[in-house]
T-cell receptor, first 113, second 116 residues
Framework: EADIYQTPRYLVIGTGKKITLECSQTMGHDKMYWYQQDPGMELHLIHYSYGVNSTEKGDLSSESTVSRIRTEHFPLTLESARPSHTSQYLC????????????FGSGTRLTVV | AQKITQTQPGMFVQEKEAVTLDCTYDTSDPSYGLFWYKQPSSGEMIFLIYQGSYDQQNATEGRYSLNFQKARKSANLVISASQLGDSAMYFCAMREGHTGGFKTIFGAGTRLFVKA
């Protein structure tokens, strides 16, 4: 059973639309991340957060924005979707201590037409 | 700058045999962590194994072991007794800093095919 949830699982949307990809975790993890991944390719960090009201841009430039108002919730928003945003978006979280690996959500596969 | 290199885009292995997936890394930080993740065709990322840069012994988790050669900056994943369910993409990853959930970078991945 997943402890980190992403919705929607699949999304097809028209160019210019505003979309929000949801990510929630029930583990109380302070750190959360968004990665972008094209099919069969490496993951690129686009946003991360070390806690409430803390957000940073990742290594890959992205036109998306994020917010962290609650510990468990880390949504990603695209104000105006473009075909170049077509990709898979993976959300992950990690605790301050303990298990070193990330827990990932199932991902959102976004297609912008 | 930190970097992860996986030179094998695809690998084939016979069921029940062992397979080694290569990973080399580059970092100037003496404290770092190395990870392997599995990504089945369904898309989720599954954490497999972790090796800290100061760990003296190679990490093992069931059929997975990490062959850590610090001087060569390599962190190869060994899967013993391959199973059909092991067919997936495998990503090597590195995080600078020994603790915490700081930024992790990923390699390009290796697709493993297990043949019956």
């Amino acid at each position: 059973e997943a402890d980190i949830y992403q919705t929607p699982r699949y999304l097809v949307i028209g160019t210019g639309k505003k979309i929000t990809l949801e990510c929630s975790q029930t583990m109380g993890h302070d750190k959360m991340y968004w990665y972008q991944q094209d099919p069969g390719m490496e993951l690129h960090l686009i946003h991360y957060s070390y806690g409430v009201n803390s957000t940073e841009k990742g290594d890959l430039s992205s036109e998306s924005t994020v917010s962290r108002i609650r510990t468990e919730h880390f949504p990603l928003t695209l104000e105006s979707a473009r075909p170049s945003h077509t990709s898979q978006y993976l959300c992950a979280s990690s605790p301050p201590t303990g298990a070193p690996g990330y827990t990932f959500g199932s991902g959102t596969r976004l297609t912008v037409v | 700058a930190q970097k992860i290199t996986q030179t094998q885009p695809g690998m084939f292995v016979q069921e029940k045999e062992a397979v080694t997936l290569d990973c080399t890394y580059d970092t100037s930080d003496p404290s770092y962590g190395l990870f392997w993740y599995k990504q089945p065709s369904s898309g989720e990322m599954i954490f497999l194994i972790y090796q800290g840069s100061y760990d003296q012994q190679n990490a093992t988790e069931g059929r997975y072991s990490l062959n850590f050669q610090k001087a060569r900056k390599s962190a190869n994943l060994v899967i013993s007794a391959s199973q059909l369910g092991d067919s997936a993409m495998y990503f090597c990853a590195m995080r600078e800093g020994h603790t915490g959930g700081f930024k992790t970078i990923f390699g390009a991945g290796t697709r493993l095919f297990v043949k019956a």
